[in-house]
């Protein structure tokens, strides 16, 4: 089996900064897309940014020159480096990665999520 494990939220004040992880452990030949999603409460969730294998990123616009996505692929962890937080940046952040793993004959991409990490801007 295949876990993602988030850590690093926390509460902030408006300016302040958090750093995000998510480390993947498990079944794994390796992960290609890894990425960071946010839930505010009664909106859908949303691609905050997203980090290929080979270290291209993107970014929502909202968060362009705040946020910084940054992965190890030997630890096969992805971070999210946030600074200049604003109240409007508070949701559950959720860790995504596109995980390869062998089955038999075969190699197969799965979706796999983290449990979420509550970060909360106060104003």
């Known amino acids: 089996q295949v876990q993602l494990v988030e850590s690093g939220g926390g509460l902030v004040q408006a300016g302040g900064s958090l750093r995000l992880s998510c480390a993947a452990s498990g079944s794994i030949f390796s992960i290609n897309a890894m990425g960071w999603y946010r839930q505010a409460p009664g909106k859908q969730r949303e691609l905050v940014a997203a980090?290929?294998?080979?270290?291209?990123?993107n970014y929502t616009d909202s968060v362009k020159g705040r946020f910084t996505i940054s992965r190890e692929n030997a630890k096969n962890t992805v971070y999210l480096q946030m600074v200049s937080l604003k109240p409007e940046d508070t949701a559950v952040y959720y860790c995504?990665?596109?995980?390869?793993?062998?089955?038999?004959?075969?190699?197969?991409?799965?979706?796999?999520w983290g449990q979420g990490t509550q970060v909360t801007v106060s104003s």
């Open positions: 995504n990665a596109h995980i390869l793993r062998r089955r038999p004959g075969l190699m197969v991409e799965y979706e796999y």
């Open positions: 980090i290929t294998s080979g270290g291209s990123t």
